[in-house]
């Protein structure tokens, strides 16, 4: 089993800074993808950023030229680098690595969410 742990979330008013980790409980090569998901109140779980096992980013319209994602592969390790935060990016964030399994096909594996306030 993969674990992924998610810190850095709390409350910051609009225009501050956060910044996410997400550690694995294994080399991150492994994974295909690595990625955030947020789910603010009442709506989908969406995509925020990913990450490929190239170092190929994507980012979610609404979050582009604001997050950065990056990785650190020795400490197992992916960041969102989080600037000019708005009320609309509140919600949970969630860490998520996919990876393909001879045994399963593709498999995704989520850590438990870190809270991200961002008040007005």
């Known amino acids: 089993q993969v674990q992924l742990v998610e810190s850095g979330g709390g409350l910051v008013q609009a225009g501050g800074s956060l910044r996410l980790s997400c550690a694995a409980s294994?080399?991150?090569?492994?994974?295909?993808?690595m990625g955030w998901f947020r789910q603010a109140p009442g709506k989908q779980r969406e995509l925020a950023a990913v990450?490929?096992?190239?170092?190929?980013?994507n980012y979610a319209d609404s979050v582009k030229g604001r997050f950065t994602i990056s990785r650190d592969n020795a400490k197992r390790t992916i960041y969102l680098q989080m600037n000019s935060l708005k009320p609309e990016d509140t919600g949970v964030y969630y860490c998520?690595?996919?990876?393909?399994?001879?045994?399963?096909?593709?498999?995704?594996?989520w850590g438990q969410g870190t809270q991200v306030t961002v008040s007005s």
């Open positions: 998520n690595a996919r990876m393909t399994s001879i045994d399963d096909g593709l498999v995704d594996y």
């Open positions: 294994r080399s991150i090569a492994s994974f295909n993808t």
């Open positions: 990450i490929s096992r190239g170092g190929t980013t």
